[in-house]
Every structure is written in C-alpha cells, then in structure tokens.
C-alpha cells in the first residue's frame, strides 16, 4: 500500500488524513458524556449560533443545573477564552452550562437525575440542547463544533479550513468501538460533516476516498 499524504484537501477544506484512516463510533454508555464537562473551555461557536442558543434557553432552563442558570444570567451562553474564541459558557471551569445528568431506563429512554426514585443509578452527560431539539420544542440542536467532535475546525487563510483528529483519552472507548464495527471517522461524522460543508461537498469527500483506495493508498 502506497504511503498516504498527511494532508488531503477536498474543495476549500484541508483534512488530516487520520479522518480518513482511524476507526471512531462514539460509546455512550462507556464514556457516559464525559466530552461535555472535561476540558477548561466551552464549546466553541459562532455568532450566529449563539443567538440560536439563545432563543432555546427559555425550553431548556429546566434542565439546567441552578450554578449553570447563575452563570447564563451573569455572563449570558457564551464568552471569548482565553484564545480569543468564543465558547459555550462553563461550569466550575469545564462543564458546558447546556449539561444534565440523566440516568438511562431498560428501554433506552433517560430520566434526568433528580427524578430518579429508586436506588442511585450510573448518570452520564446529555445536552439540554440536544434534549429540546430531538423533543420537537426547538429548531436548533447543538453547535456543530460538538456534533463534529473528535474533528475539530480551524480557519486558515485564503478561505481555506482545516480540519483535525483531536485524540483524547476520554473517547478510547470511542475508538474500540469504531475498530469492532469497521467505522471509518469521517463515516461516523458522515450527518455533521453535511451539516457543515453541505451535501457536494461530502459527496466530493467520497469521491477523493474512492480514487484513494483505487489508487492502493487506503
């Protein structure tokens, strides 16, 4: 097999190889969430989705934890870090604010926490936002930053954008999983890479893979 590039680029976007050789599909019954309140930072967002998040907040507020409800009244859904990118508000320095607990049922539906009667119960981290979204209340699901990850996104010059495999030890499950089901990255990111570059584009992002394999690369 010929050694692929580090670097392939499909249209105006330049993507890491990794994206199209490594295995992922996430687990969430193994990493119970754990992407949304580790780090030091939000997620980070767009104008335009921060004032999409904020025309939900009023069908998630329930959700929210009371330190995440004082944090949105103080400082609103996002803030600039230290990077100078604006990023979801947090909690205690690393948990995005749109978080909560739940506790999944036998039949694979979730109660949050607090309406847990019984014996306590593993939680994981789902997103409010998601929550809203899925439930029919809201238009918007979640920043496409989150829905993208372990991919993440950096603006370039020349209106080009770059495009990286972010490891992390919190998604190794993530990575066994996709290695047991034969679940390339980019095929696991196949909605969200829509969602960001458009249809074309993903189609053309096939195409570059099919010439790849045709030409003993991958």
């Keep these: 097999m010929e050694k692929l590039p580090p670097i392939i680029q499909v249209g105006d976007v330049l993507l890491s190889s990794e994206i199209l050789t490594e295995k992922f599909c996430c687990d969430l019954s193994a990493c119970k969430g754990q992407c949304c309140v580790e780090g030091d930072a939000g997620a980070p967002v767009t104008l335009d989705e921060i004032a999409e998040i904020e025309d939900c907040v009023y069908e998630v507020w329930s959700d929210l934890s009371a330190s995440a409800q004082a944090i949105i009244d103080k400082q609103g859904v996002a803030y600039t870090d230290q990077e100078g990118d604006l990023v979801t508000s947090i909690v205690g320095g690393k948990d995005c604010v749109f978080t909560f607990q739940a506790v999944i049922q036998g039949d694979g539906s979730f109660v949050t926490s607090r309406d847990v009667t019984k014996e306590p119960s593993p939680c994981i981290t789902l997103c409010a936002l998601e929550k809203a979204y899925r439930a029919g209340k809201t238009r918007f699901c979640k920043p496409v930053s989150c829905a993208l990850y372990p991919i993440r996104e950096k603006r370039l010059g ?61």
Excluded: H, S
């Design 158 to 218: 020349g209106g080009l954008v770059g495009l990286n495999y972010n490891r992390w030890d919190v998604c190794k499950m993530a990575i066994t999983k996709g290695v047991e089901e034969n679940m390339p990255l980019y095929q696991f990111l196949r909605d969200p890479l829509i969602r960001r570059f458009g249809e074309d584009w993903y189609q053309e992002l096939l195409d570059t893979v099919a010439e790849l394999k045709a030409q003993n690369y991958l």
